[in-house]
């Protein structure tokens, strides 16, 4: 089934993930129609680019570069969320 956009917000990273491995594992198979094919493959495109969104948020919670006095990248620091 189809997932729509709001429910794929809705989803866990967890949940996402594992959505997105059945969807591969299908489509690996070779058993789907054409066009179960496509709406899986767009479907798993979306957990996609969820689970991208939230590992980037994940990463920029947990560190911020901080740059030296000649502007390049000195160390890390935690990120403070504001």
Request: charge should be negative; aromatic fraction near 4%; charged fraction near 35%.
């Amino acid at each position: 089934m189809p997932e729509t956009s709001e429910s794929v917000a809705e989803l866990s990273f967890e949940a996402a993930l594992k959505r997105l491995e059945e969807i591969v594992r299908r489509l690996e198979t070779g058993d789907a129609s054409l066009d179960e094919s496509i709406d899986l493959y767009a479907e798993g495109d979306r957990l996609r680019q969820q689970c991208e969104a939230r590992l980037q948020a994940a990463q920029a919670k947990i560190e911020k570069i901080q740059l030296g006095r000649d502007g390049q990248p000195s160390g890390t620091v935690p990120f403070d969320g504001e």
